[in-house]
């Protein structure tokens, strides 16, 4: 299992004081009616002078943190984004992304693209038959992957290769959107091409009318259309006759070739025959033409081929001799130039002159046989997509008109990435006239230029250009494009202003504690996900609703409207759900003086499986069946280890009556049944409890089964788009808060809610929200005094679905509160302005403030001497050679040094850009007083530069004996005592206690205090120690916890395959419990022991920020435990309830404990890792293996265990030297490293064999 994605940690100074801002910086005269979107100049210069001083130190840790959001992305800056007249090959990470996009909407593709019409009405469709989704994608990933080779020598920008573009890899990784647009407008073509005629071969569509002035003209087809339709020539015309400078690969006219076309039309009724080409006889001259007869329908259609009744097509052509061009494939690929290019780089042509590593049908020649495209007997069906996309990668992505200055690559993305997609086409669409890139995309292909008429003599316009139009929006729209629109754009660029997104983020998204009232940055609800969820929502929405951000409006007003509506929804937003940092409702009614377990199935008075979708409605019959069988559990509840358990729901066999929440004993008491308000004393079929920002309104199967319909798997199942094509809110609606999508899914979803229930509101009395919204914006700006009674209007609809009712609640101080803050502008109103207080704690719980854990070490602010360092230091540029050095020797170093040695079912834990990126932080000395060693003087001393490879090579073949060739980051248990192993081997293998790895006396201030009330699990590895694919009955994964709650531990049994925790079993030093074992090793070096650790939150953790020096990974002033509720998933009591072998079933780990408690969420695809409360090392160590910056802090702590132990290690710099300049062996050197690490002989073979792959792969050797 990957390393989870956790939520943000605790903020160390949350924010700026409010009040401050608003006394300094907004006065109370402060009023810019015309201006409201726009901030006062001075919150610039007080933001920025802030932001330079603190600018040096968040560089780096931006560095990583766009690695880890990134998912391994390689550190990078504008330059490294590739400009649009670059190379058209895409990374193996962005080619993946746009196939993984693709593979998300198969079904959407299917069900709107791969279409074909039934008739000649075009008005209904069917699936294609001949263009099928599997082939399609497994031409576009050869397309992408492999491609085609251009050899140097053909004059047409020879060398490299032609692949088709799935876009940069840049540092905002949307780069693959690109890729995604050129997708969409390949599929698009092809549409209006192809696709809609489920055809292979082109059909004879053009009619000629010889007495076109009559009354009723009759239309005939010549069959000497195969020649060339629409006035186009396929042997003579551009783009279809090659230019002078590429006559080379067009293939020559044979006038005796005779083909027939393999398909025809499928649409019912009568219709020209395939086209066909043949030489001329002394018998047949003329080729004749077919009289559909519309006007004789007993007659019917028939060929004419008569002397005197000749009539010839456009081109005056009445023969087909030389005419077996026309168009094949799912672009009609045709003309005597594409189908020889087809040939040159894919057939015959390139095997004849021994190209056959670039010949995708080296049997095929496509100039004697180009029926092939649609005729072969095996690869037909894959065949007509290659050749197309091989026609879109040569023809459309690599034009380049200086002339007319239009480049397809700048085109394409500038589409994608500037403009405003659906709007734009929709807008050239109706207006007819206006240029859009989709018509200048068509020009290229049916033409050779973007701006039709391109040829003078015979100009011609575009054809079907409104169709293609059409059909790009459906592509678009098919494959999922993630859009901006241009009013998005400028909603982005205002929430993006660095006061409002400071604003936004450190006292919007503010959670409170109930137990003490601390406040804290929200860990669950964080800008960037209200961003895209906002963008989701704005942009794309589902079917014609959108979430309002001033569509519709123009100028200020429109923006100000929309701004207010924003403020509504966040106002709500943080009075459900953010002040409580919360997802899942919280069981909050008490009924007789105590909380029913039942609860989850309604409170105060509601049944949530009754909430459904009402006879009559849109909606009616949408939402989610009830299954009886549904079990599962809330993600969270309220932050008070005294509060009842998270909601769950489960069959009766599981709980056949359910009882209340035990506060004198905190726990679950089942033992006799116990009603909620409506009568309930089970939980079967109630996980329909509210969920995400809005969760205190969002209960019942109607609005999960909306949410299904609309924008998850059931909208996708039935050929609809779908944000979430994979997610079905009916089966797993905890998806919301225990999913991979759940940072998102917390604010659609509430999105989603506020769109169907707020926006949507329009009453048989003519109140409608989004009027009486544009009303109040106008009010505003115009200094008015604000109607206190429209708010409680609002209220009432959010929670009953009218204007009207008993309970609505005045949010208009919090609406003031956050319109100031996202606004800079402070909204009139009737009363003062007071703090709204968060919702209160469900209970009267007693305040327990709980005591800071003690330490017995002193807290020194002086760093220590730095550990011996004899190394020149490296300048930015030394870095920047190494790091080109290696990066030119990706696929060994990828191939040799971080692929595991079995094959495994997950991407790998440890990739070159994650090392990259890391190394870039270590290797500049970032880390105060230490850096990994790269080099120095490396551009003009060879030998230094020797130094600084050898280092990198030493310490990757390090990491992979150690972690990466076995594909862990937690340690496994490997230490059998006579075929039992131990539990408590998480205190230390092979005789050692990690807790007793302690600093020198120097350096102890450092070190890890054993804190007896860490409680926390590894991950599990994917492969067992013999190399192999981990048995998931082998030895669990490390855990450590108090012997309060584990008196003992046992072991796992090799022969049995069991676990035996009956008795103690110690492991060789004796050790029969996990208290204080939390020091297992972890990362690419598998960093060990309370020295380490300690060292790792002094220089780059929690500490380094708290006594104020840089920090990598900076922490919260927050003590306590660091709690996981997987212990009680994997070992504990639930894993016993829910039918899993466990190591204790009668410990309910998350409900016994005297601190701060979460529950571990999960969905049904794997586990979501708990949210990581903050990167205090000697607290939270597992943050490596199980953290938002995994990826970055498996290889970060890596680098700093090999600074600390071998460069710090007076020997290795002379052995370094040594190396260098040929007086040592690349085996005594690796042995040497071996020794200083203390290594088994075992693992000095292994890192002897790994070095000297490392050496062979950098080019060392």
């Known amino acids: 299992?990957?390393?989870?994605?956790?939520?943000?940690?605790?903020?160390?100074?949350?924010?700026?004081?409010?009040?401050?801002?608003?006394?300094?910086?907004?006065?109370?005269?402060?009023?810019?009616?015309?201006?409201?979107?726009?901030?006062?100049?001075?919150?610039?210069?007080?933001?920025?002078?802030?932001?330079?001083?603190?600018?040096?130190?968040?560089?780096?840790?931006?560095?990583?943190?766009n690695n880890n959001n990134n998912n391994n992305n390689l550190f990078c800056t504008h330059d490294d984004v590739p400009s649009s007249t670059s190379t058209t090959s895409s990374s193996t990470k962005v080619i993946n992304q746009v196939l993984s996009y693709l593979d998300d909407h198969k079904r959407s593709i299917q069900n709107t693209i791969l279409q074909s019409y039934t008739d000649h009405h075009e008005n209904v469709t069917r699936p294609s038959t001949q263009y099928l989704y599997d082939?399609?994608?497994?031409?576009?990933?050869?397309?992408?992957?492999?491609?085609?080779?251009?050899?140097?020598?053909?004059?047409?920008?020879?060398?490299?290769?032609?692949?088709?573009?799935?876009?940069?890899?840049?540092?905002?990784?949307?780069?693959?959107?690109?890729?995604?647009?050129?997708?969409?407008?390949?599929?698009?073509?092809?549409?209006?091409?192809?696709?809609?005629?489920?055809?292979?071969?082109?059909?004879?569509?053009?009619?000629?009318?010889?007495?076109?002035?009559?009354?009723?003209?009759?239309?005939?087809?010549?069959?000497?259309?195969?020649?060339?339709?629409?006035?186009?020539?396929?042997?003579?015309?551009?783009?279809?006759?090659?230019?002078?400078?590429e006559e080379m690969y067009q293939c020559d006219v044979d006038p005796y070739m005779k083909i027939t076309a393999a398909s025809k039309t499928t649409f019912e009724g009568d219709a020209p025959p395939p086209l066909e080409c043949s030489p001329r006889t002394a018998d047949q001259t003329v080729t004749g033409h077919y009289d559909p007869a519309p006007n004789n329908p007993d007659i019917g259609g028939r060929i004419v081929n008569e002397e005197g009744n000749v009539i010839p097509s456009q081109l005056g052509r009445t023969d087909v001799e030389g005419c077996c061009w026309w168009g094949r494939g799912a672009l009609h690929t045709r003309g005597v130039c594409n189908l020889g290019k087809l040939n040159y780089y894919l057939g015959a042509g390139a095997a004849k002159e021994g190209r056959d590593g670039g010949a995708r049908y080296p049997d095929i020649d496509f100039c004697t046989n180009p029926e092939a495209i649609c005729a072969d007997a095996t690869r037909t069906m894959e065949m007509r997509w290659t050749v197309a996309l091989f026609e879109w990668t040569e023809r459309i992505q690599s034009h380049d008109d200086g002339i007319m200055g239009w480049n397809y690559i700048e085109e394409v993305t500038k589409f994608a990435m500037e403009g405003d997609l659906i709007s734009s086409v929709q807008f050239s669409l109706l207006q007819g006239e206006p240029s859009h890139f989709i018509d200048e995309v068509g020009g290229v292909l049916e033409q050779g230029c973007p701006f039709p008429p391109c040829d003078t003599e015979r100009p011609q316009r575009l054809r079907w250009k409104s169709r293609r139009k059409r059909n790009f929006i459906t592509a678009v729209e098919g494959v999922g494009l993630p859009v901006k629109s241009e009013l998005f754009r400028e909603t982005e660029e205002h929430f993006n202003d660095p006061l409002i997104r400071a604003n936004f983020e450190d006292v919007l998204l503010l959670s409170k504690s109930p137990v003490d009232g601390k406040v804290y940055q929200s860990y669950r609800y964080h800008f960037t996900d209200f961003m895209e969820s906002l963008r989701k929502m704005a942009d794309v929405g589902f079917g014609d609703n959108f979430f309002y951000i001033g569509q519709g409006m123009e100028g200020t007003l429109g923006e100000n409207s929309g701004l207010l509506n924003i403020a509504m929804f966040l106002s709500y937003a943080i009075e459900m759900s953010i002040l409580d940092d919360a997802c899942d409702e919280h069981n909050t009614q008490l009924v007789n003086g105590r909380f029913p377990v039942s609860n989850a199935c309604g409170m105060y008075g509601a049944s949530y499986q009754d909430i459904v979708c009402g006879a009559g409605a849109e909606d009616a019959g949408k939402e989610c069946p009830l299954d009886i069988n549904q079990s599962f559990s809330a993600v969270t509840r309220t932050l008070d280890h005294r509060a009842p358990q998270p909601f769950k729901c489960a069959p009766k066999s599981q709980y056949p009556v359910t009882g209340f929440w035990d506060e004198a004993h905190l726990e679950e008491n089942h033992k006799t049944a116990f009603t909620n308000q409506i009568g309930r004393i089970d939980v079967e079929g109630c996980c329909w409890w509210g969920r995400g920002v809005l969760r205190k309104v969002t209960q019942g199967r109607c609005f999960f089964g909306q949410l299904n319909y609309y924008i998850g798997k059931r909208a996708a199942m039935e050929g609809r788009p779908s944000i979430y094509p994979k997610i079905d809110f009916c089966s797993f609606p905890e998806a919301i808060c225990a999913s991979e999508h759940s940072n998102e899914l917390r604010w659609v979803s509430g999105m989603f809610y506020w769109i169907k229930q707020v926006q949507s509101f329009d009453n048989k009395d003519g109140w409608n929200y989004i009027e009486k919204i544009k009303e109040l914006s106008t009010a505003i700006i115009s200094g008015g005094e604000l109607d206190r009674s429209l708010l409680m209007s609002v209220d009432c609809i959010l929670k009953t679905g009218s204007v009207d009712c008993d309970s609505a609640e005045d949010l208009t101080d919090r609406l003031n509160e956050v319109l100031t803050l996202i606004t800079g502008f402070t909204l009139p109103t009737q009363s003062p302005t007071t703090t709204m207080s968060p919702s209160a704690s469900p209970t009267d719980f007693p305040t327990v403030i709980p005591t800071d854990v003690p330490t017995s070490l002193p807290t020194s602010t002086i760093p220590p001497s730095a550990s011996p360092n004899i190394f020149w230091w490296p300048s930015r540029q030394d870095v920047d050679l190494i790091i080109k050095i290696i990066e030119e020797k990706r696929a060994p170093i990828e191939s040799d040094l971080?692929?595991?040695?079995?094959?495994?079912?997950?991407?790998?834990?440890?990739?070159?850009?994650?090392?990259?990126?890391?190394?870039?932080?270590?290797?500049?000395?970032?880390?105060?007083?230490?850096?990994?060693?790269?080099?120095?003087?490396?551009?003009?001393?060879?030998?230094?530069?020797?130094?600084?490879?050898?280092?990198?090579?030493?310490?990757?073949?390090?990491?992979?004996?150690?972690?990466?060739?076995?594909?862990?980051?937690?340690?496994?248990?490997?230490?059998?005592?006579?075929?039992?192993?131990?539990?408590?081997n998480s205190c230390g293998q092979h005789g050692v206690i990690y807790q007793n790895l302690r600093c020198t006396p120097d350096e102890a201030f450092m070190e890890c205090p054993p804190d007896p009330g860490l409680q926390m699990s590894a991950v599990a590895a994917l492969t067992s120690s013999d190399g192999a694919v981990a048995d998931p009955n082998g030895p669990p994964a490390f855990f450590c916890g108090p012997r309060m709650y584990f008196p003992f531990t046992g072991y796992y049994d090799g022969e049995s395959k069991t676990i035996r925790n009956d008795e103690p079993f110690s492991n060789r030093a004796g050790r029969t419990d996990v208290q204080s074992c939390c020091w297992w090793g972890r990362g690419a070096a598998q960093v060990k022991g309370v020295c380490m650790y300690g060292k790792l939150n002094y220089y780059i953790g929690a500490r380094a920020k708290e006594e104020g020096r840089r920090s990598l990974f900076p922490s919260v002033d927050v003590k306590g435990v660091c709690m996981y509720g997987k212990l009680n998933y994997y070992i504990g009591a639930r894993a016993k309830e829910e039918g899993r072998r466990s190591l204790f079933p009668s410990v309910d780990v998350s409900s016994s404990f005297f601190g701060l408690i979460l529950l571990h969420g999960f969905s049904d695809r794997k586990l979501t890792p708990l949210p990581n409360l903050h990167f205090q090392f000697c607290q939270n160590p597992q943050a490596i293996c199980s953290g938002q910056y995994s990826y970055s802090l498996m290889w970060v702590t890596g680098m700093f265990s090999w600074v600390e132990v071998v460069q710090s290690h007076p020997e290795y710099s002379v052995n370094l030297d040594k190396i260098a300049d040929g007086d040592m062996g690349y085996e005594e050197f690796i042995d040497a490293i071996s020794d200083i690490l203390g290594s088994s002989d075992d693992d000095k073979i292994e890192r002897r064999s790994n070095f000297k792959l490392a050496v062979d792969a950098i080019g060392l050797a």
């Open 1 to 65: 299992m990957r390393p989870g994605t956790l939520n943000h940690p605790f903020s160390p100074s949350f924010y700026i004081s409010l009040t401050l801002q608003l006394l300094v910086l907004l006065p109370s005269h402060y009023h810019y009616p015309s201006q409201w979107h726009n901030i006062h100049n001075a919150h610039y210069e007080v933001y920025a002078a802030q932001e330079e001083e603190e600018e040096e130190e968040e560089e780096d840790t931006r560095i990583l943190q």
């Open 135 to 245: 082939d399609f994608r497994a031409s576009l990933e050869w397309m992408a992957r492999v491609g085609v080779d251009r050899p140097n020598d053909t004059g047409m920008g020879g060398g490299g290769k032609w692949n088709f573009y799935m876009g940069p890899d840049n540092c905002d990784n949307d780069g693959w959107h690109i890729g995604l647009a050129n997708v969409a407008a390949f599929l698009g073509q092809s549409m209006t091409m192809v696709i809609l005629n489920d055809t292979c071969d082109e059909l004879n569509w053009e009619m000629i009318f010889p007495n076109p002035n009559s009354k009723d003209p009759d239309g005939f087809y010549p069959l000497s259309n195969a020649c060339g339709q629409s006035g186009v020539s396929y042997t003579k015309s551009s783009p279809n006759s090659c230019p002078a400078s």
């Open 898 to 984: 971080l692929t595991p040695r079995v094959e495994i079912d997950d991407e790998n834990l440890y990739s070159l850009d994650g090392f990259l990126s890391a190394l870039k932080v270590l290797a500049d000395g970032t880390v105060q007083g230490l850096y990994f060693y790269v080099g120095h003087g490396t551009f003009t001393n060879y030998n230094h530069r020797k130094r600084g490879l050898v280092n990198v090579a030493a310490f990757l073949a390090h990491s992979k004996t150690e972690a990466i060739h076995n594909s862990i980051c937690d340690e496994r248990n490997v230490d059998g005592i006579e075929g039992k192993f131990p539990l408590s």
